[in-house]
């Protein structure tokens, strides 16, 4: 099986018993090992949709330890699109043998386009999607993060059933498909919090744009100082999860959330007896590209 459902499982996190509360993780991160979590979820109606229209090529966008980049790579290499990854920051062209994302990805097959962090700002204008178009022949177009409204539609099933019995649905938010997919399919009376993963309140509005209700709300708290930013009191809380619970977290997205959590539940937020669970929406291959990072800072690494 390409991609094992039965694995996403909700296991239990130990927690002290003074903290009067329960808390699960839905184990995404298990449905695929590099096509996992909410990337497999928004994929999978844009890869439907691109297959339907007859389009060969898929063509995104993403940084130099894309979790996207190297979910594209690898589900275009399974189901035969040739995949092009256009990639900010043109200097990193002389780098992909030393990436472990980007040497992963073209492994799978992507080709890459490299082009300076200025110009990578224009990547949603016409003209320069036109471009591309020129250099590249016809594409199916994935937005950065992979976040539209077929994107949308593959996260809202994520929650089961079964997951009514929990009173808060907790994810971290990168470009807010995840999260708004959570919204539109989670049941009345339960809390959808947020954890952004970086600095910035234009999350709101995407997704107010896509998300329908209104029960839910980001805590803006554990970004850490933005986007990739970590500090050694996370690698420890990541590490020491990681021994107690026998989950992995990856430190740009779902150990940010967790540690979250557990800081808000020492400080009360959650009422006694509440029912919490939180989405591990994978993003493991981007903790050997953090390691190597650590390592020239003579920082402790992810085990």
Same mark, same amino acid.
């Given at each position: 099986?390409?991609?094992?459902?039965?694995?996403?499982?909700?296991?239990?996190?130990?927690?002290?018993?003074?903290?009067?509360?329960?808390?699960?993780?839905?184990?995404?991160?298990?449905?695929?090992?590099?096509?996992?979590?909410?990337?497999?979820?928004?994929?999978?109606?844009?890869?439907?949709?691109?297959?339907?229209?007859?389009?060969?090529?898929?063509?995104?966008? @993403? !940084?130099?330890? #894309?979790?996207? +980049?190297?979910?594209?790579?690898?589900?275009?290499?399974? &189901? =035969? *699109?040739?995949?092009?990854?256009?990639?900010?920051?043109?200097?990193?062209?002389?780098?992909?043998?030393?990436?472990?994302?980007?040497?992963?990805?073209?492994?799978?097959?992507?080709?890459?386009?490299?082009?300076?962090?200025?110009?990578?700002?224009?990547?949603?204008?016409?003209?320069?999607?036109?471009?591309?178009?020129?250099?590249?022949?016809?594409?199916?177009?994935?937005?950065?993060?992979?976040?539209?409204?077929?994107?949308?539609?593959?996260?809202?099933?994520?929650?089961?059933?079964?997951?009514?019995?929990?009173?808060?649905?907790?994810?971290?938010?990168?470009? @807010? !498909?995840?999260? #708004?997919?959570? +919204?539109?399919?989670?049941?009345?009376?339960?809390?959808? &919090? =947020? *954890?952004?993963?970086?600095?910035?309140?234009?999350?709101?509005?995407?997704?107010?744009?896509?998300?329908?209700?209104?029960?839910?709300?980001?805590?803006?708290?554990?970004?850490?100082?933005?986007?990739?930013?970590?500090?050694?009191?996370?690698?420890?809380?990541?590490?020491?999860?990681?021994?107690?619970?026998?989950?992995?977290?990856?430190?740009?997205?779902?150990?940010?959330?967790?540690?979250?959590?557990?800081?808000?539940?020492?400080?009360?937020?959650?009422?006694?007896?509440?029912?919490?669970?939180?989405?591990?929406?994978?993003?493991?291959?981007?903790?050997?590209?953090?390691?190597?990072?650590?390592?020239?800072?003579?920082?402790?690494?992810?085990?």
């Amino acid at each position: 099986m390409i991609f094992d459902f039965e694995n996403s499982i909700n296991e239990p996190v130990q927690l002290p018993d003074k903290w009067g509360v329960e808390l699960f993780i839905k184990r995404e991160d298990n449905i695929h090992a590099f096509v996992s979590g909410n990337k497999y979820r928004k994929l999978k109606y844009n890869l439907l949709e691109a297959d339907k229209a007859g389009f060969k090529t898929l063509l995104t966008f @993403g !940084g130099a330890y #894309s979790n996207h +980049i190297a979910a594209v790579a690898s589900a275009g290499n399974i &189901l =035969g *699109f040739k995949t092009i990854g256009v990639i900010r920051g043109d200097e990193l062209r002389n780098s992909i043998n030393t990436n472990p994302t980007l040497r992963f990805a073209q492994d799978n097959g992507m080709q890459f386009k490299f082009i300076p962090r200025d110009l990578y700002r224009d990547k949603t204008n016409n003209s320069f999607i036109e471009s591309l178009k020129t250099e590249f022949g016809a594409f199916y177009l994935i937005p950065e993060g992979g976040t539209n409204t077929l994107a949308i539609q593959g996260c809202e099933e994520i929650l089961k059933e079964s997951d009514k019995e929990f009173d808060y649905i907790c994810c971290a938010v990168g470009t @807010g !498909g995840t999260i #708004s997919g959570l +919204i539109n399919c989670s049941k009345p009376g339960q809390q959808v &919090l =947020g *954890f952004p993963a970086l600095k910035g309140e234009f999350l709101q509005q995407v997704i107010s744009k896509f998300a329908s209700e209104d029960h839910w709300k980001l805590i803006h708290d554990y970004h850490f100082g933005g986007y990739a930013k970590i500090n050694t009191e996370l690698i420890s809380f990541i590490n020491e999860f990681k021994k107690k619970n026998n989950i992995p977290l990856d430190p740009v997205y779902t150990g940010k959330m967790m540690f979250g959590i557990f800081n808000l539940i020492e400080k009360n937020y959650f009422p006694k007896g509440s029912k919490i669970l939180a989405i591990h929406t994978g993003g493991l291959q981007g903790i050997s590209g953090m390691n190597a990072i650590l390592k020239k800072k003579n920082l402790p690494i992810i085990i």
